[in-house]
Structure formats: C-alpha cells, structure tokens
C-alpha cells in the first residue's frame, strides 16, 4: 500500500508545461513532462517559417512567413489539447519586437492559444539565453551568446550569477537578407561596429564562451564530423580557442562547405555558416576565451525559470534527474540508492570520479532486460553515453557509462576504445572500481535487493571489508566472493569478510 501510495503521488506530481518560441527564422513548441525533474522535453517540434526575412526590406513580417506560421501554430493548438499540458508559455523575440506589424501578429496568436503572448526586450532575451545555459552546465563562467535569425544576444555570466546583457540587431537571417542598396558596408564590417558598440565586451577576458542557437550547433554538429569525434553528444561539446578560430576559418563560405563534404549536415542552415563563422571569429579574437563550449539549452528553458519561478541548483538538477529517470524506467522501488548506500563509504570524492557521479552511475546502468552479461554491459553504455541529462558533461557521460559497462561483465572486456581516448588513466582506473564494486552489490542483490541492506561495505586502511551478520551468511556465495576479490585487485588492496 505504502509503495503504492509513493507511485500514485509521483504520477500526479507530474505537471506538463510547454513553451512556444516565435523566432525570427523558425517556430518551434516544446513540452515538457515535469521541467523540474528533467529539462528535456517529451515533444520538441520546429518549422522554419522565417518570419523575418523582409525585416530589413521592408520592415514588416514576412506575409509567407506569416501565414505559414499561422497554421503551424493551429497545429501547436490541437496538440496541447490533446496532451492536457497544464501551462503554456508563449514568447516572441527579435523579428516581432521589431516590426511594424509585430502588435498585430501578436494579438492573432493570442486569440489562436487564447493566452497571452510576451514580447522579450533584447536584454530579456540575452537574460533568458544565460539563464538556460546556467541550467545546462555545473558552473557557468563567461560569455554566453545566442545566436538568433533576428538578433545576437550576449551576457555576462560569473560564478552562475548573470553580470551583463546586450542584444545586437546581426541575426543571422538578418544579414543575409539585408536588401542590395544596404549592402555597400561588408558584413564583416557590420559585426565588427556592433560588437564594438558594447563597451564592456571589448573589456571582457572571458574563461568560457558558451554558444546557444541553431547555426552554431550546426557548426558545431560539423567539428565533430571532421574530427571524428567518437561521442555525438553536442550538449557540452568544447573545443579550444585556437580550435574554434580553424573551424571558422575552414567553414567560411560554401565552397568550403562542399569540398569538406559537411554541407549534408548543414543542409537549411548552409547559407548562413558563413556569417555564424564571421559573428564567431570576432567575439573569439575580442574576448579570447580558453574554451568554446556548446550549449542545447537557451532562451527557452530560460523562460520557464522565469515564468515558472523554478529554483534548481546543479545540485539539485542531477538528483531529480536520476530520481525521474528511475521512476521513468520502472524502479519504483528506488532500488538504486540500495546500490549507492552499499558502495558509496568505499569512495572518496575526487577530480576523477567526483562523488556525485556515483547515484547516476547506481541509476542509470540499472538495466535487467534477460540479455547476456556482454550484450547488457554494450546496451548500458550506449544508453548512458546518450542519456539526455543536461548537467552531466561529456568526460561524465563517459566514466559513467564505462562504470556501467563493468558492473555488467568482467573488466577484462572494454568497449570501444575510441571513447577511452578522452579519459585519463587515473579517470579509466576508477571508474573501473565503481563499476567492480556495482558489479559485487548486483551479485549480493540477485536474490533481492533487499539484503544489500544487511550488508555494510567500508574501506579500513587498505583493506575492503564486506560486513555479514551471521543470519545471512548465505548470501556470501562463491560469485560474491569472487567479485569482492575482483573489486579488491582493481583498487589495489586486501578484502576481508567479517561475520558477526
């Protein structure tokens, strides 16, 4: 009754949102099952209608773009209705704020979702991008730029605090369908006096430059083409400086694109590289930055922070994370906590495995589909190297999954060694450990859970000591001890069992 009482109340904790972007270039709908618990959404929907791509021409909204839009968005209608989304967030940036007609194409969607439509200042738009990025990420130090159709939005962002804001007319759409009698200036030119515009920016030595927006991932989504990066992951992706200003310079006009055979990736978005590499190279030379890193999560997310008055510290985002994801896969019982109280006293907190990777580890390699040891050990790593958890980065994603690799099979067998490449030795050492000391608790919990428990594992000096009252005694068999042994090797000390 207790267990199903804790079911009853999480299914009904659930509270659906979604949040609509009317964007300059494209209208997208997202909906999300419980933002608190996890960020990514369970519909995520786009349509390119390029609402402003006469802005510059005309000063008006696209008449095409806006028709278009109309009937996408009456689509958007008939979804929301049938998901019973509990609150809906809707939100105009850089073309509608700026046209002529934007008041009128604003009421017209209001009357289609009979719900009220925000126009975001530029300065609202590069806050909401910032705080999106600070959602993504474990510690965010930088700048954090989000480039749009319409608009560049820029912020200052220091130990997670947001200092700065500036937004800046040089969207990428924008640009590109300046009309002829403007294009007298360069681009290159146009970006170079807007950028220089902000006068705290040109002040700004940034650790980090964090990029938000569709051109830049696909930019990004490129790099690690060409590199043939092992791990397809671009939520976190980073590269150097020096790295980034040699992806501009090779993906700088179309030509370019063709002959490095990338332009399949780019596809919609191959017109405006050229710029998004232009806008990029000149923020790298002004602020230059050590790392540029990617970020899936933007002005969005930022806006259910906002509307929704959500208070979620890194801490707190892997937690409810790991919790849904295990009530999502069918642990109602929570059995992975069993698995983390019963090794977590054996591990110390270190730049290598920090602790807080051991409950998503216990958690997301949970895995009993009645596969073979072999072929469970490559599903879980699969599965954990793609888990759509924002705060975990990609050496996370990795020494997780490989812990979960190992608590399914012996550490004799790897998987692909491409992803070892991006590990130290120290990082591959432990997470070795974490995965033998799983795979001696999966041993103890094949007969139940439960007895994980009546067991105690601890670390005195160098020794590993597994804790039995004599009543379960039985449950040291042969295998478990086996696995102690195995976890005791990898972590280069003796191992004790003490019946009491």
């Not at 005309?58 to 958007?76: A, C, N, W």
């Not at 000391?437 to 428990?453: K, N, P, W």
Request: with cysteine; aromatic share 8%; net charge positive.
């Amino acid at each position: 009754m207790l267990l199903q009482k804790v079911i009853k109340q999480k299914i009904f904790s659930a509270k659906k949102e979604a949040v609509i972007d009317l964007g300059s270039n494209s209208i997208r709908m997202l909906i999300y099952e419980d933002f608190e618990k996890s960020q990514i959404p369970i519909f995520n929907e786009k349509a390119v209608c390029s609402l402003g791509s006469s802005l510059e021409l005309t000063g008006k909204l696209d008449p095409i773009g806006v028709e278009y839009s109309i009937s996408v968005l009456e689509r958007f209608k008939n979804i929301l209705g049938n998901s019973r989304v509990s609150n809906i967030n809707i939100f105009a940036t850089a073309a509608v704020r700026d046209a002529k007609d934007g008041p009128y194409f604003k009421s017209v969607v209001e009357k289609i979702f009979d719900n009220q439509v925000e126009i975001l200042t530029g300065e609202q738009e590069a806050e909401r991008s910032a705080l999106g990025v600070i959602l993504g990420f474990e510690k965010v130090d930088g700048i954090v730029a989000d480039l749009g159709g319409g608009s560049l939005d820029i912020a200052k962002v220091k130990n997670g605090l947001i200092e700065k804001k500036a937004s800046l007319p040089i969207g990428v759409l924008r640009l590109f369908n300046r009309p002829k009698k403007k294009k007298t200036k360069k681009i290159s030119q146009i970006i170079s006096e807007n950028l220089s515009s902000i006068g705290w920016l040109k002040k700004t030595k940034a650790k980090n430059l964090y990029v938000v927006g569709g051109v830049w991932r696909t930019l990004l989504k490129a790099d690690i083409f060409l590199k043939k990066y092992p791990l397809n992951v671009l939520h976190q992706y980073q590269i150097t400086r020096e790295e980034a200003l040699d992806l501009c310079l090779s993906l700088d006009d179309k030509k370019k694109l063709r002959s490095l055979k990338v332009d399949h990736i780019t596809k919609s978005r191959t017109n405006y590289i050229p710029i998004a590499t232009n806008i990029l190279k000149q923020l790298l030379l002004m602020i230059a930055p050590e790392k540029l890193q990617c970020s899936i999560s933007g002005v969005r997310e930022g806006t259910l922070i906002v509307k929704s008055g959500y208070k979620l510290t890194a801490h707190d985002l892997l937690n409810n994370f790991i919790d849904y994801s295990a009530f999502r896969t069918g642990d109602y019982g929570e059995n992975y906590l069993k698995y983390y109280n019963f090794i977590k006293d054996i591990f110390k907190d270190n730049e290598n495995f920090p602790i807080r990777l051991l409950k998503p580890t216990c958690s997301l390699s949970n895995i009993d589909w009645g596969l073979g040891a072999f072929q469970k050990a490559e599903l879980v790593f699969a599965q954990i190297l793609n888990t759509p958890a924002l705060s975990l980065s990609h050496s996370d994603r990795i020494k997780v999954a490989l812990a979960g690799f190992w608590r399914h099979c012996s550490v004799k067998h790897y998987p692909d060694r491409d992803y070892l490449g991006l590990l130290s030795n120290n990082e591959i050492l432990i997470s070795r450990q974490v995965g033998a000391a799983l795979r001696l608790a999966s041993g103890i919990a094949a007969m139940s859970t439960i007895f994980l428990d009546n067991l105690s594992l601890s670390k005195k000096g160098n020794t590993i000591v597994l804790s039995v009252s004599n009543q379960h005694s039985q449950i040291v068999t042969k295998s478990v001890q086996k696995r102690l042994k195995s976890l005791s090797r990898e972590m280069e000390s003796d191992f004790k069992i003490i019946y009491s």
